[in-house]
């Protein structure tokens, strides 16, 4: 019998909140996690507000254990409490026969935060001369100054593989440890690799889902100079449109997500609930751009067909896509472009959506966000609104929830996710009575 992969834990941190129930009925309600940025003084930036995650305290999800993890960085920590969430829903804490050497980790874990200021102060000190002109670097000068301003652990906690560390270090995971940051396809990316570690024998249980904070003025100077991000400061709970003809851009958020999947038997062994079944992973490069999406959706149609053929499933299988829907004006046209061109006819009795309109785009972590509310779509028969959709596109004409969430049985659901540098990666994931 071939193997299978199974969801039977899960948990978040999102502008919305920090419990799974929580945020899914501020989701359902159509409420917004967007407002003017708090974490720096953007008053001067094109864009001046965020969905930042508010009243965030790790302490409240690790007590006793908070100490391990001193100086984590804030998306590390984000990790951190979704990974207890996630590892408490599937029943873990209460099992004593687990195996760490066949628990892995598998994140789609972002840089952490930039330690701007004294980052800055090093480097000025070995660049600038006596009389302030710039000059080749003084490697002995900057030390100097570097050990002198610079944090040993803050400094660490920068690289990307932290958050992993820290998971693995949390939950005793002695088994396989990856980190992808494929930019804003990395979560999606991680799941679909993750099941693939499960499904080729090397783990029975793995952590997985994504994080990441970009809130900071070098990450959204990044995204301002690249015009990615909406400019809407007048009004921010409304900035995020995706598939609005009226749309400008993304807003930026922050926030984790982790999934616990497993091998059916071994949680059937030891009396999990399962969740979901993941029965479909596709994954592509559009080899075209760094920061566009191939204007025919090649990379998204090969994703999205490719997860299909994985599944053994036909767009007649599918009752709901989770789009990346990010609200820019190439991404909603191209992908519902693609959308159409993989579904054919049947595009236009889909249900589509983008929880971007309510949260923001959380880069890295976005996917698994998304991925969780297929979930709670399968397990509720609800799916969740695009919000502030007031003006229809034509070239986003397919049917995207406006407004208000919408009654409907939900079986199997799709899950995209594209990222800068031309990367596609889509889930699939059905009813736990199939598994």
């Keep these: 019998m071939e193997r299978q992969v199974v969801i039977t834990g899960m948990g978040w941190v999102t502008p919305l909140g920090h419990d799974i129930e929580t945020v899914w009925r501020r989701m359902l309600t159509g409420d917004s996690g967007v407002a003017s940025t708090t974490l720096f003084d953007a008053r001067t930036f094109p864009s001046s507000f965020a969905a930042e995650v508010k009243d965030f305290s790790l302490e409240q999800f690790l007590k ?37 050497t066949r628990v892995g980790v598998y994140l789609g874990g972002g840089e952490g935060p930039i330690d701007f200021d004294p980052c ?6 070995g660049c600038l001369g006596e009389d302030s002109e710039v000059t080749p670097l003084d490697t002995v000068r900057w030390a100097q100054t570097a050990q002198r301003v610079l944090d040993a652990i803050c400094e660490l906690e920068q690289d990307p593989n932290m958050a992993g560390g820290h ?8 088994g396989p440890n990856f980190n992808t940051l494929t930019a804003c396809a990395a979560s999606t990316q991680a799941i679909g690799e993750a099941m693939h570690v499960i499904l080729r024998g090397d783990a029975d249980v793995m952590i997985t889902g994504g994080t990441h904070s970009m809130i900071h003025p070098l990450g959204v100077t990044g995204f301002n100079r690249l015009t990615a991000l909406s400019t809407r400061n007048e009004s921010p709970r409304t900035a995020s449109r995706p598939f609005d003809r009226t749309r400008d851009g993304f807003v930026l958020g922050e926030g984790a997500a982790i999934v616990i999947l497993e091998e059916p038997e071994h949680a059937r062994h030891r009396g999990a609930r399962i969740l979901a079944e993941v029965v479909g992973y596709g994954s592509t490069a559009d080899a075209f751009r760094i920061t566009d999406i191939h204007e025919e959706g090649r990379g998204a149609i090969a994703a999205m067909q490719g997860a299909l053929d994985s599944a053994g499933m036909t767009p ?32 236009d009795r889909i249900a589509v959506n983008s929880i971007k309109s309510m949260i923001g785009h959380l880069i890295a972590a976005a996917g698994a966000v998304e991925l969780i509310t297929c979930v709670l779509a399968i397990r509720d028969g609800v799916i969740p609104p695009t919000i502030n959709y007031t003006t229809p596109d034509p070239n986003c004409d397919l049917d995207c929830v406006p407004n208000k969430a919408r009654k409907r049985e939900v079986r199997a659901a799709l899950s995209n996710s594209f990222g800068f540098g031309g990367q596609n990666n889509t889930l699939i994931v059905r009813s736990p009575e199939q598994a």
């Design 120 to 125: 800055a102060a090093a480097a000025l000190a």
């Design 316 to 347: 007649e299988d599918i009752d709901y896509v989770s789009t990346h829907g990010t609200g820019t004006e190439e991404n909603d046209k191209i992908e519902t472009l693609a959308i159409r061109r993989v579904f054919g006819e049947y595009a």
């Design 64 to 100: 006793s254990d908070a100490p391990k993890h001193q100086g984590a960085s804030r998306n590390a920590q984000f990790a951190l409490a979704s990974g207890v969430t996630a590892w408490e829903h599937a029943g873990l804490s209460r099992y004593v026969g687990l195996d760490p």
């Design 167 to 174: 998971l693995a270090v949390q939950f005793n995971a002695q």
